[in-house]
């Protein structure tokens, strides 16, 4: 079991002037355990860098950002997470089912496990039949499938979206995003999905935490009141839901117009 907490996370980054500029501002929140947490903001707020700042790639100046997990109360390794790019970032001279098995090797997953971790993730994405196909044979919907395998076949306990849908088109965007969302629930997977889109954030988020345009702090935090998989897009709850997160963050671009 493992969840994030942020707390009081303060972020620079050095502009070319030699100053600096503030990105995170005293950021602090709880991702939802066995759930997933949408970071919504606009462009540019932090919510990747904070990403980042979980796995280790970027420090804060101030704060704390971390998995908690039973791992680390009973002395293991630290927790293992798993991270899906906006881009699928595969190695495309390597088939499908190598793809994950580089991941699965990576994290030292023994050996013996391979066949079968692969198998099951590849299924669960819908992608068995093309275990044998080089990703640039696949379409772009199909290779962010395997982005999301790759994501899941070590089997984290913390899995990390970077807008992963937000260079598909519509209509594909829309039946991964519901295919993620199940195959989550499914696992009882704790993730964390950062985004911009309203509609996206209402439909995936167990909690949605808004950040304010940079520098960021919180401005609101939700809790959804539809479970996962009784969100239809069509239904007046869920337009209700989707309305409030609206209303809050257009509060905040009328305040930073200001």
């Not at 907490?5 to 030699?18: L, M, Q, S, T, W």
């Not at 519509?170 to 704790?190: F, G, N, P, S, V």
Request: with cysteine; proline share 5%.
């Amino acid at each position: 079991m493992a969840y994030v907490r942020v707390e009081n996370a303060v972020k620079y980054f050095p502009r070319e002037d030699g100053s600096e500029m503030l990105v995170l501002d005293g950021v602090s929140f709880e991702a939802k355990e066995f759930g997933i947490t949408c970071l919504l903001g606009p462009s540019g707020c932090g919510k990747s860098t904070l990403l980042n700042i979980i796995t280790g790639l970027e420090r804060l100046e101030q704060g704390r950002a971390e998995v908690v997990s039973n791992h680390r109360e009973s002395g293991k390794e630290d927790p293992r997470l798993g991270y899906v790019f906006q881009d699928p970032r595969l190695l495309n001279w390597k088939r499908v089912e190598d793809n994950l098995i580089f991941a699965l090797k990576g994290m030292g997953i023994p050996r013996e496990v391979w066949d079968e971790r692969v198998e099951k993730y590849l299924s669960l994405v819908g992608l068995i039949e093309f275990r044998k196909q080089y990703p640039l044979y696949l379409s772009g919907g199909m290779r962010q499938r395997v982005g999301l395998a790759r994501g899941l076949v070590i089997e984290p306990e913390v899995l990390l979206m970077d807008e992963p849908y937000s260079k598909l088109d519509h209509l594909t965007a829309r039946k991964l995003r519901e295919d993620t969302l199940e195959i989550c629930a499914r696992l009882k997977q704790t993730a964390l999905l950062v985004t911009h889109d309203v509609e996206e954030a209402a439909f995936m988020g167990d909690r949605i935490v808004i950040f304010s345009p940079r520098p960021a702090h919180i401005a609101d935090i939700f809790d959804n009141p539809l479970p996962p998989l009784e969100r239809d897009m069509d239904d007046s709850r869920f337009i209700q839901f989707k309305k409030k997160l609206l209303q809050s963050v257009m509060r905040l671009i009328k305040t930073e117009e200001v």
